[in-house]
């Protein structure tokens, strides 16, 4: 990424961000003719904290101390240029069969069938690497033609030597993936770190800015 692309980035970023909805079922989706970007992986991964970081405030996207709580996808409009899509987290165990029912109908439905999505951001524990329900999500993912790139979180967590070994490990099996976008982006919600290429990954999405 160039300086001029992170710097346009953090200009888009930000700017003024709103919830526009949550959705619990799909007739729920908003109308839109924004391109879309979406949010998506384990329960505690630090996917709120991320939002919040690429947007630069505290609470956009709130966290949620019991996995699995948040079972709706829930929209935001950032400066009528890019729509960010959060999606609720998967792979909490104690949840109720029906429970995992509709999320797997809620989130499946929107993966498969939203016109705008442009590209969706699987969020991976840089602590632990591609576990099995990961997994089962990119070949999801694959069987749906729905492009994704692979973000590893809470990278301040992990050791400078852990982190190469864990990046390697990951774009190891990230190549295996036809609908994954080569690499992975390493982020730190906590440090920054990341933040700033992130941000320039997902504006090159957005509507052209308005001179």
Known sequence: MTDEEKENARKLFAQQCDFVLAAAEPEQFPKSNLPEIAFIGRSNVGKSSL???LTNRKSLARASNTPGRTQQIVFFN???RL???DLPGYGHADAPRAEKDRWNQLVHSYLQSRPPLRCTCLLIDSRHGVMANDLSMMQFLDRAAASYQVVLTKLDQLRGVDRKERLKAVEEKIAKH???RPGALMTSSEKQDGIADLR???AAFAEPAQN
Do not use: H, Q, R
Request: net charge neutral; hydrophobic share 80%.
């Open 51 to 53: 939002i919040n970081a």
């Open 78 to 80: 950032l400066a009528n």
């Open 83 to 85: 729509m960010v899509a």
């Open 178 to 180: 036809p609908a994954a």
């Open 200 to 202: 320039a990954f997902l």
